[in-house]
Each structure stands twice: as structure tokens, then as C-alpha cells.
T-cell receptor, first 113, second 109 residues
């Protein structure tokens, strides 16, 4: 069955520090992969996506993610976190047949000054 | 501006009182869908629509109905809401890259 696991429910980092949010997926073929961010009281904004090709993808707001097929992972990274990055982050895999997005449980990022 | 709009944004209702949450998009996407978000569960798809007059169940369709009479609108209907449908609901447009509305927070008492 298709699934997405985000092992870290809550992460706290200091402003200016680097960030890595983990995402592992289960999918029978080459997946479509996404990272979304949700600020408090807001909808979901697409940060970046992977469909094929280069396994390191760049997104908005200085984020990047790397697709590693051997590890079934799609971890999100940012070299220097800003206080405005505090939000909830969701990893998702796209079902190519139905278009459904299968989401992980989310990781809440807190940024310390 | 390309966007997905939902109304209402907040709704408190009572068990059994029919309600409709509207969703509209101006991006001309054929594919639209509804998700619900619950703490610790992420988002789960309720229904989706590949095109006008074509709808299908997602992972959690029980207690919900949808219709797709025109491309831009995809309303979510709760004919007899129950407290377990208290949740945050998102409409999305686009298939391989989905754009989400601002959400509707529904409370059923």
C-alpha cells in the first residue's frame, strides 16, 4: 500500500541553523513527490516537487529536497533557517492513476531565536 | 490571480443539519479534489473529480457527497453531519501539481 512516513512530529532548530526534515515513502513505481508547508491558519503551499530527472530539486524559500530511490526517501533541507520558516511541513506522494496525494502526518518546525 | 476559494471559512453546525461547502477555482484545471485534515493524520482525500460530471471516492468518502456540474466549481455536501466530521477541509485544483484553498474549519456539535 502507498504510504508516507515523517518520523519527526516536532523539530526545534535555532535561527540560522541548518534544517533537514525526513520523509520516507512506500510506492510501487517511481513516485511523484511533494513537500508542502502550512503556516498557522493557512492553506498548504507547494514548496517543491519531484517528477523525474535530477534527484536534487530546488524549491521556493531556499528549500531543496533530494530523492533517494535506494532509501525510499525525499528529505527536505534548508541551509539556514529563518524565524518565518516556523510552520508545519507535509511530505506527500502522488498516485499517478487517481491523482490523489498521500500525505505524511506532518512535522511541526519551531525556530528558536 | 490564480486561486482556489472556499466558503465558508468557518462553520459551526449541529448534528444532522445539511450543509454545503463551496469550492471554486479560476485556473481551468480539470482535476479537483477534497481533503480533510485531522491532527496526527495529515490530510486524507475525500473525493476527487477528473472532469465535469466525473467524480470518484477517495480514502474517506463516508458521509460526504460531491457534484461537478461545471469545471470551476466542486462543492462538498454533508447531508447529515455528525461530530466525527468535525475537521479542517481543503479543496484543491490540479492533478499532478495541486493548489489548495485556504481551508474550511467545520465544527459539528
Amino acid at each position: 500500500a502507498q504510504s508516507v512516513t515523517q518520523p519527526d512530529i516536532h523539530i526545534t532548530v535555532s535561527e540560522g541553523a541548518s534544517l533537514e526534515l525526513r520523509c520516507n515513502y512506500s510506492y510501487g513505481a517511481t513516485p511523484y513527490l511533494f513537500w508542502y508547508v502550512q503556516s498557522p491558519g493557512q492553506g498548504l503551499q507547494l514548496l517543491l516537487k519531484y517528477f523525474s530527472g535530477d534527484t536534487l530539486v530546488q524549491g521556493i524559500k531556499g528549500f531543496e529536497a533530494e530523492f533517494k530511490r535506494s532509501q525510499s526517501s525525499f528529505n527536505l533541507r534548508k541551509p539556514s533557517v529563518h524565524w518565518s520558516d516556523a510552520a508545519e511541513y507535509f511530505c506527500a506522494v502522488g498516485d499517478k492513476n487517481t491523482g490523489k496525494l498521500i500525505f505524511g502526518q506532518g512535522t511541526t518546525l519551531q525556530v528558536k531565536p | 490571480e490564480a486561486q482556489v476559494t472556499q466558503n465558508p471559512r468557518y462553520l459551526i453546525t449541529v448534528t444532522g443539519k445539511k450543509l454545503t461547502v463551496t469550492c471554486s477555482q479560476n485556473m481551468n484545471h480539470e482535476y479537483m479534489s477534497w481533503y480533510r485534515q485531522d491532527p496526527g493524520l495529515g490530510l486524507r482525500q475525500i473525493y476527487y473529480s477528473m472532469n465535469v460530471e466525473v467524480t470518484d471516492k477517495g480514502d474517506v468518502p463516508e458521509g460526504y457527497k460531491v457534484s461537478r456540474k461545471e469545471k470551476r466549481n466542486f462543492p462538498l455536501i454533508l447531508e447529515s453531519p455528525s461530530p466525527n466530521q468535525t475537521s479542517l477541509y481543503f479543496c484543491a485544483a490540479g492533478r499532478y501539481e495541486q493548489y489548495f484553498g485556504p481551508g474550511t474549519r467545520l465544527t459539528v456539535t
